[in-house]
């Protein structure tokens, strides 16, 4: 189906920017345009704009550090912004509306790996994501609600860790992948880089241009009341993420790591059902889709 006026949400942030670059005709839509956490500017701006289909990519997000010290505003933050565009989407009668969750808001120990679907309520999210998962979580029972009383086509999707060019590179609230890039690129022959840490957990990294090609996939065939998984099968650690970068980057560095959060162990997820819903999906390995990101970000910086 063609969307004559779809709008994204979050338009301007990681996500939103490489998908204007994918999909450059829809609206996207940035926090200057609108105060999602305010129902009255929400319920104007759904009104005015009238979107046949709503892309809801709008988050307050960070990295371990700035999410474990900041819990109750991106707890709130995240849940005004969700109650409110989900309501005020359906009040407009806009038909089709895709959110995006995270694989944050899956328990802390599963009890098998990868992890699937049907895991999403079992067992809490970890302590250091607590309030931003639950703020997802909260986003998947509110779209699951209203599906099942007002029959609308809104359904969820649960990317895994994100990086790519663009993306926050601040040391203080960045994700490892961009912290790490720039910790390299700053880096000289001799130097020994401080990481937070074990280096022992495990982690899915998604390329942001496959999520953008994948979300186009998803609005398409997804309609079910599922929290489909976006994650490569590539699961590396903290410690071959690193020793990956040091490679792409060709610099004579040492590695130290100081044992400060180290977060959950492990949190994939299966992508089976994601490619029975879109076919075989060739995702970016890690190894090239860190070699793009460093080579944006010492171009760019």
């Known amino acids: 189906m063609n969307y004559e006026n779809l709008l994204v949400t979050g338009g301007t942030g990681f996500v939103g920017t490489a998908l204007q670059e994918y999909m450059p005709d829809w609206t996207y839509l940035s926090s200057r345009d609108c ?13 005015d704009t009238r979107p046949d289909a709503v892309i809801h990519l709008a988050a ?5 550090r700035e999410s474990s010290l900041h819990q109750g505003e991106f707890y709130y933050l995240n849940s005004m912004i969700n109650l409110n565009v989900v309501e005020q989407a359906y009040k407009a009668a806009v038909p089709r509306l895709l959110a995006s969750l995270s694989t944050c808001c899956f328990p802390d120990v599963s009890e098998t ?22 703020s997802k979580r909260s986003l998947f029972v509110q ?6 009383q007002y029959g609308v086509n809104y359904t969820t ?36 880089l401080q990481f937070w840490g074990s280096g022992d957990p495990l982690r899915q990294q998604l390329y942001v241009e496959d999520l953008s090609k994948i979300m ?3 609005l398409e065939k997804h309609d079910s009341d599922q929290p489909i998984i976006v994650a490569p099968n590539e699961n590396l650690s903290i410690r071959q993420m690193i020793e990956t970068c040091m490679q792409v980057v060709g610099k004579d560095v040492s590695i130290a790591f100081d044992s400060r959060l180290s977060g959950q162990h492990r ?28 080579d944006w970000y010492t171009e760019n910086k």
């Open 216 to 218: 186009v996939e998803l």
């Open 157 to 192: 999707f649960s990317p895994c860790n994100l990086y790519g060019p663009q993306n926050d590179f601040d040391l203080d609230t960045s994700h490892f992948v961009s912290a790490m890039v720039r910790k390299f690129a700053e880096a000289k022959d001799g130097d020994t």
């Open 60 to 64: 307050k997000v960070g990295g371990i």
């Open 35 to 47: 105060d999602l956490t305010d129902w009255r500017q929400c319920y104007e701006l759904f009104n």
């Open 267 to 294: 949190k994939d997820g299966s992508n089976a059902r994601l490619m029975q819903l879109i076919g075989n999906f060739d995702f970016t390995p890690f190894k090239e889709g860190v070699r793009k990101t460093y």
């Open 113 to 134: 790996y990868p992890m699937t679907e049907e895991d999403i309520m079992v067992g809490l999210p970890t302590k250091t994501n607590f309030g931003y998962g639950y």
């Open 143 to 148: 779209i699951n609600c209203y599906r099942e």
